[in-house]
């Protein structure tokens, strides 16, 4: 069995902690503009990752699953809003909402953008920096797929909460009742396989029109 990579292990871990940092603080960003002041006043709008860190879901098993091979599985703090800020709560959460896996967007376009730059196109750039190259795959990858599994509309994720808004009330109400719920049907995707089937076409739909 081959060791593993350490350098590859600890890129993959910081272009995941500086993603997760990107779309907590988006969050946090939107909320404090759209009147909620919440996030910013326990310092979360911000990029410093150690205001967004969970121990067990930003390093433990991050660290696990890259060092394994096995799918990520991460999360960082969530961003506390108080919904009584918000002129337009239901609208606006949504919003919030959004702004996490836009943002993971936004950092693969440049990733990608930067990618065409230095390899004028190419498939491959002679001549690149191998770790340049590495920073820059696993930049791309990374966020597409945070992206598009946030977007699954399960709730507590941030697809979960756009569809929510999106919903007439006394729908999105019932359709709230699966939030306690929602991890346990995560995993469950997840043991049956059914959770890449689920994010693999749309990521790679997405990756493709990046490259």
Known sequence: MPSPDIAQILIAFAVLLFSLTVHEAAHAFTADRLGDPTARLLGRVSLN???????IGTVLFPLIAIATNLPVIGWAKPVPVD???????????????????????VLATLAAVIWRVL???????????????????????INVLLAVFNMIPIPPLD????????????????????RPWGFLLLY????????????????????????
Do not use: C, K
């Open 49 to 55: 990752p150690a205001v967004h860190i969970d121990p």
């Open 83 to 105: 919904g009584r800020n918000l002129p337009h709560f239901r609208r606006d959460f949504m919003l919030i909402a959004a702004a996490g896996p836009v943002s993971n967007l």
């Open 119 to 141: 390899s004028g196109g190419a498939v491959e750039a002679a001549g690149v920096p191998e770790f340049v190259v590495t920073v820059l795959q696993r930049m791309l990858l």
């Open 159 to 178: 697809g979960g909460n756009v569809l929510a808004g999106l919903l007439p009330p006394q729908l999105a109400e019932q359709y709230d009742r699966l």
């Open 188 to 211: 469950a995707l997840m043991l049956t396989g059914m959770l890449s089937a689920i994010v693999g076409p749309p990521a790679e739909l997405i990756l493709s029109w990046l490259l």
